[in-house]
């Protein structure tokens, strides 16, 4: 064979691993756009089938019943905040908790993850009392303070500064740096992963949470893009398509925002050099 | 060459770990104190609160009586509740390993430079913004024992036809499955980050080394994840023995009590049977079950991570 | 919503969320205004909305103002919620079955005195099975707001195509199950009855339903002790099991309500359902009919309630308003609106009554049927709900296969018994 032709680059043959993967991961939200298209009649046949046109007035119902932008508005401030408060205080203990040896760490550690193993169904009630107790109640407060900081970031940060070589922040401690500065100047910038990682998965729990934000808030101008939709379809008959299109909605920035942050995950195995 | 040097310098810091100083715990301290001060504030006092509520005979609105450990008594002579303990730990020691087998191959998949990797990203992540009455709606579809179509594909294929969640003796592994599913694509984001973070220099040195490709994964990338492997195994459990919303949007703790998990029966406890002291007291349970399973898998994880960079 | 935690812990968290938030009383001079709390959706909605406005353009000085709760779903532990956090609403539409929860609470209004002493209420004027569902220890604590029951469904084109007869009103349980059994085909996924078997109070009220058509009885006279597993409750526990395990031509649906989608595409041939149903099947040419009988053709009721809370001064404005919902004229134009059936025998004497019919033709029988077939109704206990868990999955159990209809009996027989006695 040429020069030439051997460079030409064949399709790899892990596609046929991937379609059929893809395929089952996506056809649940495929079912959901579909539906969202569809006609309240269509979406009662059996088998379910495609509509047979797309019906984008289900979009427009869901957007309409109530204050969509204030809700899409309070749920990005709160979100936003959320994930920068996640990132900056939880890089901060993550760090800390990996690698500073310092007396009643693992008992704070442990604490941390303790918090979570009480099932939220029992936790919510005397949280919501503790938020009534420093004025925060039916307020977007309500819903960024609680959550400025999460045992799941500290979690992550942790996990992720494990695993990295003891000898960056040797050299830079060596050079004079202080902590903070070595992880600044020197560890932050390097893990880009790992806080696109956080950034991702902070931002999806805080924009999909939906119970929480049900009991902390009760004005319709407080809600959050989640509640906002469940308040409005209910009952006996669930009109399908109008709830899956503002499902459909509601999913779209957290998606974009993982498009965006697959800027930060371009190291690839054939970087590596390795054959 | 810096590489060498590098692990050299690590062995040392393997076998003698320096001494703690003070500037270190006041670092420590000031380091965790923002974020941990929050979660406590936020997050503890509940949790001391559900141990209050156990001791106590309430329907979580009028004010209660003090039992004394008169709901716990009641908690083990409660063969239901012993019924959905079984469950819970069932379904959590499949559910974790399964993801965290499935969820490391399939990071390693996306991490290859194949063209349109980022569809194949997105397509793993898409589950986890599918809402939960979504996923429950189409699984409680698709395993429709009498007209879903998996069961029609089976039998076009000759196989037999599953009960899924109609089956007592299928339907927890149908929730199995579906959960799995949904939580693949996290536990992929995490290994993917983990597997993106491995500095090439590394790789680059076993290559020289004279490592074939598996080798290197072997040697050097696998060591690298096991502190992802244990945030994943913590993480998972804490997720796996507080199973809920997936069981009420499709099985609702049936057929027969098969996936009554225990924050079903705590919820039916709670807001069925009004008895909120009970409730609490399963709710200490599972506290106290999800606290010594995490205190066992970090302490694995820790002799696992100590070891692995001992022997970098 | 149909989210689960979020109507019970909604509630709850009021219980939590004392005074901060201001409720939805204003005051002005001397205008009162009574909140009512309701799950309704859709055109229910829309008709309860234009009541309340036609209400408070009538009368300016006694305001009502719908709060809508969130889905009726979590109307109990909301309302029970809002005893504690002091916020409660002056009226609320309360499903039949929380009645003993509520009664028992300070909060609920006994209104015995007002029915008897309010000229012109006619409280015989309700059904019997509604004043059933309001009355607790001879004491009345609710005004009715819905009422339903269980009816034969059926597929015309699917009888028409296996050439069998339509069902009448003295079909027995043979000529059910030999329909059901000549309109299956499993196979191509086609069945001949749905049952609902996801082992909640959907499945039980139709076993109830089964009970009494054979003569049974829940409990016994006192309530002290289970009479189900007697004659009558085997043969209704035996002919489930013979038309879903012998016959296989039942579609056991999973409590997702995919019976409504195969029903509408013809995969069904007969559902035992309520008139809230009939909307979605538009691409059925239905009948209604009687239930099958055995010893009587017995249907079930489901009716919900208005239920008033708090004493003191807006007790009388409150009863003003809901006098005036549930009074026949009224009521008829919300029942027009809704496809929702009458609750008073008066307003089927009404002259717009006809106009209701012909809109909505299949709840003729669904009227009929409530005045001659709804006699029995569950009991108003306490006990009512850990009943009902443990007869939903007995029938679960044989509706599977997994137990003998006796079998499966004894074992509710001895659990029942149990949670009676720990009364």
Known sequence: ???????????????????????????????MVSLSV?????ARRFPPGLPSGIHWHNYVDATTQGPFGTWLANSAIVSITCVLGNVVLCSLAGYAFARIRFAGSRVLFIGVLATLMVPFQIVMLPMLIMVRSVGLTDTLGALIVPNLATPLGVFLFRQFFLALPRELEEAA????????????SVLMPLMGPTIATVTVLTFLNSWNDFLWPLVAVQSPGNMTVQLGLQNFQSGHTTNWPVLMAGTVISQVPVLVLFVLAQRFFVRSVAQSGIK | MAVLTAERRNERHARAPRRARSADHIAGWAFTSPAVLLIFLFGLVPVLWTFWLSVQDTDLTSPGTFVGSAKYRQMIHDPLFWRSARESLLYTVLFVPITLVLALPIAVLLNQRVRGMLIYRMAVYVPLVTSTVATGVIFSYLLNEQVGPVNGVLSKLGLPEGGFFQDPGQALFSVVGMTVWGWLGFAVIIYLAALQNVPPELLEAAALDGCTRFRAFLKVELPLLFPATSFLLVWLTINGLQLFDEVYVTTKGGPLHATTVLVYYLYDQALVNFDGGYAAAIGVAVFLVILLVTLVQLRIGRRMSYESEASR | MRHPIVAGLTGLVLAAAAAACSGGSSSGSGTSTITLWHGYTDAEAKAITSLAQKWNGEHPKQQVHLIFNGGNDGALQKTLASFVSGKTPNIGYEYGSSITTLAQRHQTQDLTSLVNSTAGFNWNDFFPAERQATTVNGKIYGVPALVDNLALVYNK?????KHIPYPTANWTWDDFRNAARKLADPAAKKYGWSFTNDGTEDTVWRYLALLWQAG???LSPDGHKSAFDSPAGLQAMQLLHDMAVTDKSVYLDTGDQQYQQLFNSGRIGMLWTGPWDLGSFDQVQYGVQFLPGKVTHATISGPDNYMLFGAGGKKQPAWAFLQWLVSPQVHLEFATATGDLPIRQSETKLPGYSAFLAKYPGNKVFMDNLTTNATKARPNIPQYPKISQVLGV????????????????DSARDQIDQILAGA
């Open chain 3, 394 to 409: 007995a029938v679960q159990s044989v509706l599977l296969g997994k137990a003998q209809p006796q079998a499966a009996l």
């Open chain 1, 173 to 184: 401690r060596i050079d004079g740096a202080t902590r903070l500065r070595t992880l600044r």
């Open chain 3, 216 to 218: 049974g009885d829940l």
């Open chain 1, 1 to 31: 064979m040429s020069a030439v032709a051997r460079r030409r680059r064949r399709p790899s043959p892990l596609h046929l691993i991937l379609i059929p993967l893809s395929l089952v991961m996506v056809s649940p939200l495929v079912w």
């Open chain 1, 38 to 42: 569809s006609t309240q009649a269509e």
């Open chain 3, 157 to 161: 084109k699917l009888f028409d195509a």
